[in-house]
Protein backbone atom coordinates (compact mmCIF):
# COMPACT_ATOMS: atom_id res chain seq x y z
CA UNK A 1 0.00 0.00 0.00
CA UNK A 2 1.51 3.31 -1.06
CA UNK A 3 2.30 5.69 2.02
CA UNK A 4 1.16 9.60 1.47
CA UNK A 5 3.22 12.55 1.96
CA UNK A 6 2.77 16.45 1.42
CA UNK A 7 6.63 16.63 0.02
CA UNK A 8 8.95 13.68 -1.40
CA UNK A 9 12.14 15.03 -1.98
CA UNK A 10 14.62 12.52 -4.66
CA UNK A 11 18.26 13.08 -3.80
CA UNK A 12 19.66 13.43 0.08
CA UNK A 13 22.67 15.84 -1.22
CA UNK A 14 23.01 19.16 0.24
CA UNK A 15 19.50 20.54 -1.79
CA UNK A 16 18.00 17.30 -1.10
CA UNK A 17 18.49 17.00 2.62
CA UNK A 18 18.00 20.73 3.09
CA UNK A 19 14.91 21.01 1.09
CA UNK A 20 13.08 18.06 3.32
CA UNK A 21 14.42 19.62 6.77
CA UNK A 22 12.77 22.73 5.42
CA UNK A 23 9.83 21.28 4.56
CA UNK A 24 9.29 19.58 7.63
CA UNK A 25 9.48 22.42 9.47
CA UNK A 26 7.06 23.96 7.58
CA UNK A 27 4.71 21.34 9.11
CA UNK A 28 5.04 19.21 5.72
CA UNK A 29 4.67 15.49 5.98
CA UNK A 30 8.01 14.87 4.14
CA UNK A 31 9.80 11.46 3.15
CA UNK A 32 13.43 11.38 1.18
CA UNK A 33 14.63 8.55 -1.22
CA UNK A 34 18.30 8.77 -1.54
CA UNK A 35 20.30 5.52 -2.94
CA UNK A 36 24.10 5.88 -2.30
CA UNK A 37 25.69 3.69 -0.30
CA UNK A 38 28.97 2.84 1.60
CA UNK A 39 29.17 -1.05 2.21
CA UNK A 40 25.70 -1.63 1.55
CA UNK A 41 24.39 1.09 3.93
CA UNK A 42 22.53 4.49 3.58
CA UNK A 43 25.27 6.97 2.74
CA UNK A 44 23.66 10.49 3.16
CA UNK A 45 24.78 13.75 1.78
CA UNK A 46 25.83 12.93 -2.10
CA UNK A 47 28.44 13.34 -4.14
CA UNK A 48 29.48 16.53 -1.95
CA UNK A 49 29.83 14.64 1.60
CA UNK A 50 30.73 11.34 -0.12
CA UNK A 51 33.16 12.17 -3.36
CA UNK A 52 33.38 16.17 -3.26
CA UNK A 53 33.44 18.74 -1.09
CA UNK A 54 33.53 17.05 2.17
CA UNK A 55 36.69 14.38 1.37
CA UNK A 56 38.48 16.49 -0.60
CA UNK A 57 39.03 19.66 1.95
CA UNK A 58 39.86 16.55 4.26
CA UNK A 59 42.54 15.67 2.32
CA UNK A 60 43.86 18.62 1.47
CA UNK A 61 44.39 19.61 5.12
CA UNK A 62 46.00 16.62 5.75
CA UNK A 63 48.50 17.16 2.34
CA UNK A 64 49.13 20.55 3.68
CA UNK A 65 50.29 19.52 7.41
CA UNK A 66 52.69 17.15 5.37
CA UNK A 67 53.92 20.09 2.92
CA UNK A 68 53.78 22.44 6.02
CA UNK A 69 55.80 19.71 8.19
CA UNK A 70 58.77 19.32 5.43
CA UNK A 71 58.87 23.29 4.45
CA UNK A 72 57.46 25.49 6.87
CA UNK A 73 58.19 24.38 10.56
CA UNK A 74 61.95 25.29 10.88
CA UNK A 75 61.06 28.92 10.23
CA UNK A 76 59.19 28.69 13.44
CA UNK A 77 61.58 27.04 15.12
CA UNK A 78 60.02 23.63 14.87
CA UNK A 79 62.41 20.96 13.86
CA UNK A 80 61.06 17.71 12.04
CA UNK A 81 63.14 14.69 11.72
CA UNK A 82 62.98 11.65 9.83
CA UNK A 83 59.49 13.01 8.31
CA UNK A 84 57.15 10.00 6.97
CA UNK A 85 53.97 9.67 4.93
CA UNK A 86 51.30 7.41 6.24
CA UNK A 87 49.20 7.19 3.14
CA UNK A 88 46.12 4.61 4.75
CA UNK A 89 46.21 6.52 7.81
CA UNK A 90 45.57 9.75 5.70
CA UNK A 91 42.83 7.59 3.55
CA UNK A 92 41.53 6.62 6.50
CA UNK A 93 40.96 10.02 8.39
CA UNK A 94 39.53 11.11 5.31
CA UNK A 95 36.82 8.28 5.19
CA UNK A 96 35.85 8.55 9.35
CA UNK A 97 34.76 12.64 8.61
CA UNK A 98 32.92 11.42 5.62
CA UNK A 99 31.16 8.89 7.42
CA UNK A 100 30.84 11.54 10.53
CA UNK A 101 29.00 13.69 8.09
CA UNK A 102 26.76 10.46 6.99
CA UNK A 103 25.48 10.27 9.92
CA UNK A 104 24.86 13.51 10.93
CA UNK A 105 22.37 13.88 8.32
CA UNK A 106 20.86 10.54 9.19
CA UNK A 107 20.69 12.00 12.44
CA UNK A 108 18.82 15.50 11.10
CA UNK A 109 16.48 13.90 8.86
CA UNK A 110 15.32 11.89 12.43
CA UNK A 111 15.44 14.80 13.92
CA UNK A 112 13.14 16.43 12.23
CA UNK A 113 10.60 13.30 11.45
CA UNK A 114 11.34 12.87 7.88
CA UNK A 115 11.01 9.27 6.65
CA UNK A 116 13.92 8.10 4.97
CA UNK A 117 14.00 5.00 1.94
CA UNK A 118 17.51 3.85 0.65
CA UNK A 119 16.98 3.13 -3.24
CA UNK A 120 16.31 4.74 -6.32
CA UNK A 121 13.39 6.92 -6.56
CA UNK A 122 11.58 7.52 -9.79
CA UNK A 123 8.10 8.71 -11.48
CA UNK A 124 5.55 5.52 -11.74
CA UNK A 125 3.99 8.04 -14.86
CA UNK A 126 2.03 10.96 -15.36
CA UNK A 127 -0.32 11.32 -11.99
CA UNK A 128 -3.23 9.37 -12.92
CA UNK A 129 -6.56 10.65 -14.47
CA UNK A 130 -8.28 10.71 -11.51
CA UNK A 131 -6.09 12.57 -9.59
CA UNK A 132 -3.86 14.84 -11.49
CA UNK A 133 -2.46 16.53 -8.12
CA UNK A 134 -0.64 13.15 -6.44
CA UNK A 135 2.51 12.02 -8.10
CA UNK A 136 3.41 8.04 -7.21
CA UNK A 137 7.03 7.76 -7.03
CA UNK A 138 9.09 4.05 -6.85
CA UNK A 139 11.53 3.28 -4.61
CA UNK A 140 13.73 0.42 -5.76
CA UNK A 141 16.39 -0.52 -2.86
CA UNK A 142 15.94 -3.48 -0.77
CA UNK A 143 12.43 -3.31 -0.24
CA UNK A 144 10.15 -2.17 -3.13
CA UNK A 145 8.27 1.10 -1.67
CA UNK A 146 5.11 3.13 -3.38
CA UNK A 147 5.04 6.69 -2.49
CA UNK A 148 2.88 9.49 -3.04
CA UNK A 149 2.69 13.10 -2.74
CA UNK A 150 1.73 16.44 -4.57
CA UNK A 151 5.04 17.89 -4.33
CA UNK A 152 8.20 15.82 -5.34
CA UNK A 153 11.81 17.92 -5.49
CA UNK A 154 14.03 16.46 -7.76
CA UNK A 155 18.05 16.81 -5.88
CA UNK A 156 19.62 14.03 -8.03
CA UNK A 157 22.74 16.25 -8.35
CA UNK A 158 25.24 14.99 -11.11
CA UNK A 159 28.14 12.66 -12.80
CA UNK A 160 31.35 13.65 -13.61
CA UNK A 161 31.83 13.98 -17.13
CA UNK A 162 33.66 11.32 -18.82
CA UNK A 163 36.69 12.46 -21.84
CA UNK A 164 35.36 10.95 -25.23
CA UNK A 165 37.02 7.38 -25.65
CA UNK A 166 38.43 7.26 -22.24
CA UNK A 167 35.93 5.42 -19.37
CA UNK A 168 36.44 5.90 -15.80
CA UNK A 169 38.02 2.65 -14.69
CA UNK A 170 39.09 3.93 -11.19
CA UNK A 171 42.36 3.15 -11.47
CA UNK A 172 44.01 4.54 -14.32
CA UNK A 173 41.97 7.03 -15.47
CA UNK A 174 40.21 8.66 -12.27
CA UNK A 175 37.25 11.04 -11.79
CA UNK A 176 36.49 12.78 -8.82
CA UNK A 177 35.91 9.51 -6.70
CA UNK A 178 38.82 7.55 -7.66
CA UNK A 179 41.05 10.52 -7.15
CA UNK A 180 40.11 10.37 -3.43
CA UNK A 181 41.51 7.10 -3.29
CA UNK A 182 44.35 6.47 -4.40
CA UNK A 183 45.92 3.76 -2.77
CA UNK A 184 49.55 4.73 -3.20
CA UNK A 185 51.47 8.48 -3.85
CA UNK A 186 52.22 8.22 -8.11
CA UNK A 187 55.41 9.20 -9.49
CA UNK A 188 53.99 11.34 -12.26
CA UNK A 189 50.05 12.31 -12.14
CA UNK A 190 48.40 13.93 -15.56
CA UNK A 191 45.06 15.95 -14.50
CA UNK A 192 43.20 17.48 -17.53
CA UNK A 193 40.98 19.98 -16.69
CA UNK A 194 42.87 23.02 -14.39
CA UNK A 195 39.14 23.67 -13.24
CA UNK A 196 38.59 23.26 -9.22
CA UNK A 197 38.31 20.13 -8.94
CA UNK A 198 41.36 19.42 -11.07
CA UNK A 199 43.85 21.48 -8.96
CA UNK A 200 42.57 20.76 -5.89
CA UNK A 201 43.20 17.16 -6.39
CA UNK A 202 46.28 18.24 -8.32
CA UNK A 203 47.21 19.84 -5.56
CA UNK A 204 46.93 17.12 -3.19
CA UNK A 205 48.97 14.82 -4.76
CA UNK A 206 52.09 17.37 -5.63
CA UNK A 207 52.25 18.08 -1.83
CA UNK A 208 52.64 14.27 -0.96
CA UNK A 209 55.22 14.20 -3.73
CA UNK A 210 53.64 13.41 -7.07
CA UNK A 211 55.14 15.42 -10.21
CA UNK A 212 51.54 16.77 -11.47
CA UNK A 213 50.87 18.25 -15.19
CA UNK A 214 47.73 19.90 -15.77
CA UNK A 215 46.55 19.69 -19.08
CA UNK A 216 43.95 22.49 -19.80
CA UNK A 217 41.28 23.05 -23.08
CA UNK A 218 40.98 26.83 -22.55
CA UNK A 219 43.46 29.54 -23.72
CA UNK A 220 44.06 31.17 -20.64
CA UNK A 221 44.05 29.79 -17.13
CA UNK A 222 41.13 30.19 -14.81
CA UNK A 223 39.05 32.14 -17.13
CA UNK A 224 35.63 32.38 -14.87
CA UNK A 225 38.19 33.82 -12.35
CA UNK A 226 39.08 37.84 -12.78
CA UNK A 227 41.92 37.98 -14.55
CA UNK A 228 44.44 39.68 -12.20
CA UNK A 229 43.78 37.14 -9.58
CA UNK A 230 44.21 34.40 -12.33
CA UNK A 231 47.66 35.49 -13.01
CA UNK A 232 49.02 35.85 -9.72
CA UNK A 233 47.46 32.26 -8.90
CA UNK A 234 49.47 30.88 -12.16
CA UNK A 235 52.55 32.26 -11.06
CA UNK A 236 52.10 30.92 -7.62
CA UNK A 237 51.07 27.22 -8.96
CA UNK A 238 53.71 26.96 -11.18
CA UNK A 239 56.50 28.06 -8.66
CA UNK A 240 54.90 25.16 -6.11
CA UNK A 241 55.55 23.08 -8.97
CA UNK A 242 52.12 22.34 -10.78
CA UNK A 243 53.04 22.42 -14.46
CA UNK A 244 50.00 23.97 -16.28
CA UNK A 245 49.65 23.69 -19.56
CA UNK A 246 46.67 25.96 -21.88
CA UNK A 247 45.25 25.80 -25.28
CA UNK A 248 45.99 21.73 -24.72
CA UNK A 249 43.35 19.82 -27.51
CA UNK A 250 43.63 15.57 -26.06
CA UNK A 251 43.74 13.30 -29.26
CA UNK A 252 43.98 10.00 -27.18
CA UNK A 253 44.29 8.60 -23.79
CA UNK A 254 45.68 4.82 -23.75
CA UNK A 255 45.64 3.16 -20.24
CA UNK A 256 47.92 0.21 -20.45
CA UNK A 257 50.84 0.01 -17.41
CA UNK A 258 50.18 3.65 -17.39
CA UNK A 259 48.21 6.03 -18.92
CA UNK A 260 49.17 7.85 -22.33
CA UNK A 261 48.43 10.90 -23.42
CA UNK A 262 48.99 12.48 -26.74
CA UNK A 263 47.94 15.75 -27.47
CA UNK A 264 48.44 19.37 -29.13
CA UNK A 265 49.97 21.90 -27.23
CA UNK A 266 49.14 25.71 -27.72
CA UNK A 267 51.15 26.10 -30.73
CA UNK A 268 49.77 23.53 -32.64
CA UNK A 269 52.94 20.80 -31.79
CA UNK A 270 52.26 16.99 -31.03
CA UNK A 271 53.08 16.38 -27.50
CA UNK A 272 52.85 12.62 -25.64
CA UNK A 273 53.18 12.48 -22.20
CA UNK A 274 52.86 9.09 -19.97
CA UNK A 275 51.52 9.31 -16.79
CA UNK A 276 50.89 6.88 -13.66
CA UNK A 277 47.05 8.01 -13.12
CA UNK A 278 45.19 10.20 -14.75
CA UNK A 279 42.71 12.68 -13.28
CA UNK A 280 39.90 13.66 -15.69
CA UNK A 281 37.80 16.60 -14.47
CA UNK A 282 36.16 18.60 -17.38
CA UNK A 283 32.88 19.22 -15.95
CA UNK A 284 30.17 17.56 -14.84
CA UNK A 285 27.01 16.19 -16.37
CA UNK A 286 23.03 16.41 -14.64
CA UNK A 287 22.04 12.85 -13.21
CA UNK A 288 18.79 11.90 -14.43
CA UNK A 289 19.17 8.47 -15.06
CA UNK A 290 16.84 6.17 -13.75
CA UNK A 291 14.21 9.06 -12.85
CA UNK A 292 11.88 7.78 -15.64
CA UNK A 293 11.85 11.60 -16.59
CA UNK A 294 10.09 10.82 -19.99
CA UNK A 295 7.76 8.75 -19.32
CA UNK A 296 6.51 11.57 -16.50
CA UNK A 297 6.53 13.97 -19.04
CA UNK A 298 9.34 15.96 -17.56
CA UNK A 299 10.97 18.12 -20.07
CA UNK A 300 14.77 18.39 -20.00
CA UNK A 301 17.07 21.04 -22.08
CA UNK A 302 19.28 20.26 -24.98
CA UNK A 303 22.13 20.18 -22.63
CA UNK A 304 20.13 17.01 -20.44
CA UNK A 305 19.65 19.37 -17.87
CA UNK A 306 15.64 19.81 -16.17
CA UNK A 307 14.15 22.97 -17.34
CA UNK A 308 12.80 24.94 -14.79
CA UNK A 309 11.55 28.62 -14.01
CA UNK A 310 13.48 31.05 -12.06
CA UNK A 311 11.37 29.27 -8.95
CA UNK A 312 12.86 26.09 -9.46
CA UNK A 313 9.42 24.84 -11.00
CA UNK A 314 9.54 22.21 -13.69
CA UNK A 315 6.76 21.90 -16.49
CA UNK A 316 5.04 19.56 -14.26
CA UNK A 317 2.49 20.66 -11.91
CA UNK A 318 3.53 19.91 -7.93
CA UNK A 319 7.26 19.03 -9.28
CA UNK A 320 10.35 21.13 -8.41
CA UNK A 321 14.12 20.44 -9.39
CA UNK A 322 17.13 21.87 -8.02
CA UNK A 323 20.87 21.73 -7.56
CA UNK A 324 23.50 20.42 -9.94
CA UNK A 325 20.43 18.70 -12.12
CA UNK A 326 19.27 22.27 -13.24
CA UNK A 327 20.67 25.37 -14.80
CA UNK A 328 23.40 27.71 -12.66
CA UNK A 329 26.29 26.85 -10.92
CA UNK A 330 27.32 23.14 -9.26
CA UNK A 331 27.72 24.25 -6.02
CA UNK A 332 26.77 22.70 -3.34
CA UNK A 333 25.57 26.12 -1.16
CA UNK A 334 23.65 26.74 -4.66
CA UNK A 335 22.02 23.54 -4.19
CA UNK A 336 21.18 24.37 -0.41
CA UNK A 337 19.77 28.05 -0.86
CA UNK A 338 17.60 26.81 -3.81
CA UNK A 339 16.28 23.41 -0.99
CA UNK A 340 15.25 26.54 1.25
CA UNK A 341 13.38 28.33 -1.57
CA UNK A 342 11.14 25.70 -3.00
CA UNK A 343 10.13 24.11 0.55
CA UNK A 344 8.89 27.84 1.68
CA UNK A 345 7.22 28.57 -1.88
CA UNK A 346 5.60 24.90 -1.95
CA UNK A 347 4.42 26.14 1.74
CA UNK A 348 3.03 29.61 0.17
CA UNK A 349 5.65 31.75 1.26
CA UNK A 350 8.22 33.98 -0.73
CA UNK A 351 11.93 33.07 -1.14
CA UNK A 352 14.43 34.51 -3.48
CA UNK A 353 18.15 33.12 -4.49
CA UNK A 354 20.60 35.54 -5.51
CA UNK A 355 22.91 34.41 -8.19
CA UNK A 356 24.95 36.91 -8.50
CA UNK A 357 26.15 37.23 -5.05
CA UNK A 358 26.46 33.49 -4.66
CA UNK A 359 30.30 32.91 -3.76
CA UNK A 360 32.87 30.82 -5.48
CA UNK A 361 35.79 29.16 -3.61
CA UNK A 362 38.91 26.98 -4.94
CA UNK A 363 40.37 25.43 -1.58
CA UNK A 364 44.05 25.33 -2.87
CA UNK A 365 46.87 26.98 -1.04
CA UNK A 366 46.64 29.98 -1.59
CA UNK A 367 42.71 29.82 -1.82
CA UNK A 368 41.01 31.52 -4.28
CA UNK A 369 37.35 32.83 -3.44
CA UNK A 370 35.23 35.21 -5.60
CA UNK A 371 31.61 37.05 -5.71
CA UNK A 372 30.14 39.47 -8.68
CA UNK A 373 31.87 40.72 -11.34
CA UNK A 374 35.38 40.27 -12.71
CA UNK A 375 37.22 43.36 -13.92
CA UNK A 376 36.79 41.60 -17.72
CA UNK A 377 33.08 41.01 -17.41
CA UNK A 378 32.87 44.74 -16.36
CA UNK A 379 34.99 45.91 -19.05
CA UNK A 380 33.09 43.49 -21.21
CA UNK A 381 29.75 45.54 -20.39
CA UNK A 382 30.51 49.13 -20.48
CA UNK A 383 30.60 49.85 -16.81
CA UNK A 384 32.43 52.30 -15.22
CA UNK A 385 34.10 50.95 -11.74
CA UNK A 386 36.97 51.65 -9.49
CA UNK A 387 39.21 48.87 -8.35
CA UNK A 388 41.16 48.84 -5.36
CA UNK A 389 43.74 45.82 -4.23
CA UNK A 390 45.76 44.96 -1.04
CA UNK A 391 48.25 42.75 -0.70
CA UNK A 392 48.86 40.35 1.91
CA UNK A 393 52.18 40.82 2.35
CA UNK A 394 51.41 44.42 4.35
CA UNK A 395 49.02 42.52 6.55
CA UNK A 396 50.61 41.87 9.98
CA UNK A 397 48.11 38.74 10.74
CA UNK A 398 49.28 37.01 7.29
CA UNK A 399 52.97 37.66 7.92
CA UNK A 400 52.22 35.76 11.58
CA UNK A 401 50.98 33.00 9.94
CA UNK A 402 53.85 32.83 7.39
CA UNK A 403 51.51 33.49 4.33
CA UNK A 404 51.55 36.58 2.30
CA UNK A 405 50.62 35.25 -0.83
CA UNK A 406 48.03 37.42 -2.91
CA UNK A 407 45.72 39.97 -2.26
CA UNK A 408 41.84 41.41 -2.04
CA UNK A 409 40.98 43.14 -4.83
CA UNK A 410 37.77 45.29 -4.87
CA UNK A 411 35.31 46.20 -7.71
CA UNK A 412 32.93 48.94 -7.15
CA UNK A 413 30.46 51.49 -9.39
CA UNK A 414 32.53 54.47 -10.57
CA UNK A 415 29.29 56.68 -10.05
CA UNK A 416 27.64 54.81 -6.79
CA UNK A 417 30.12 53.07 -4.86
CA UNK A 418 28.20 50.10 -4.91
CA UNK A 419 30.37 47.18 -4.93
CA UNK A 420 30.12 44.97 -7.77
CA UNK A 421 32.73 42.25 -7.67
CA UNK A 422 35.66 40.99 -4.76
CA UNK A 423 38.24 38.73 -5.74
CA UNK A 424 40.66 37.13 -3.08
CA UNK A 425 43.88 34.99 -3.49
CA UNK A 426 45.16 34.51 -0.07
CA UNK A 427 45.15 32.76 3.19
CA UNK A 428 41.80 31.74 4.56
CA UNK A 429 39.63 33.47 1.05
CA UNK A 430 36.74 31.07 2.18
CA UNK A 431 36.23 32.75 5.22
CA UNK A 432 36.78 36.17 3.91
CA UNK A 433 34.48 36.25 1.14
CA UNK A 434 31.34 36.10 3.52
CA UNK A 435 32.08 40.00 4.19
CA UNK A 436 31.84 40.55 0.66
CA UNK A 437 28.77 38.35 0.15
CA UNK A 438 26.79 40.14 3.05
CA UNK A 439 28.06 43.69 2.08
CA UNK A 440 26.77 42.99 -1.75
CA UNK A 441 23.53 41.58 -0.51
CA UNK A 442 22.85 44.04 1.49
CA UNK A 443 23.80 46.86 -1.44
CA UNK A 444 26.78 48.25 0.24
CA UNK A 445 29.47 50.65 -0.91
CA UNK A 446 33.32 50.52 -0.87
CA UNK A 447 33.03 53.52 1.47
CA UNK A 448 30.61 51.47 3.83
CA UNK A 449 33.50 48.65 3.97
CA UNK A 450 36.10 51.62 4.34
CA UNK A 451 34.71 52.89 7.59
CA UNK A 452 33.95 49.42 9.64
CA UNK A 453 36.43 48.60 12.02
CA UNK A 454 37.84 45.65 11.48
CA UNK A 455 39.95 43.67 14.11
CA UNK A 456 43.50 44.31 14.71
CA UNK A 457 45.62 42.25 13.73
CA UNK A 458 43.21 39.88 11.21
CA UNK A 459 43.19 38.76 7.57
CA UNK A 460 40.24 40.93 7.27
CA UNK A 461 41.58 44.33 7.74
CA UNK A 462 42.54 43.41 3.62
CA UNK A 463 39.21 43.63 2.98
CA UNK A 464 39.14 47.56 4.62
CA UNK A 465 42.29 48.34 2.64
CA UNK A 466 40.98 47.18 -1.00
CA UNK A 467 38.16 49.12 0.12
CA UNK A 468 40.25 52.14 1.02
CA UNK A 469 42.24 51.42 -2.10
CA UNK A 470 39.08 52.43 -4.02
CA UNK A 471 39.55 55.53 -3.59
CA UNK A 472 43.43 55.67 -3.23
CA UNK A 473 43.75 56.15 0.50
CA UNK A 474 45.13 53.19 1.90
CA UNK A 475 47.15 53.02 5.02
CA UNK A 476 49.27 50.61 4.98
CA UNK A 477 51.18 50.69 2.23
Given at each position: ???????????????????????????????????????????????????????????????????????????????????????????????????????????????????????????????????????????????????????????????????????????????????????????????????????????VWRRL?????????????????????????????????????????????????????????????????????????????????????????????????????????????????????????????????????????????????????????????????????TEQQL???????????????????????????????????????????????????????????????????????????????????????????????????
Amino acid sequence: MAKTYDLIVIGGGPGGYIAAIRGAQLGMKTACVDEWNSGGKPALGGTCTNVGCIPSKALLQSSENFEHAAHKFAEHGILVNGLGLDLPTMLGRKNKIVKQNNDGIGFLLKKNKIDFFHGRGSFAGPPSAGDTKVWEIKVAGKSEETLHAGNVVIATGSNARALPGSKFDEKLILSNSGALAISDVPKRLGVIGAGVIGLEMGSVWRRLGAEVTVLEALPVFLGAVDEQIAKEAAKIFSRQGLAIHTGVRIAKVTAKNGVVVDYSDANGAQQSATFDKLIISIGRTPNTVGLNAVEAGLVLDERGFIAVDDECHTNLPGVWAIGDVVRGPMLAHKAEEEGVAVAERIAGRHAHVNFNTIPWVIYTSPEIAWVGQTEQQLKADGVEYRSGTFPFMANGRARALGDTTGMVKMLADAKTDRILGVHIIGPMASELIAEAVVAMEFGASSEDIALICHAHPSLSESMKEAALAVDKRTLNI
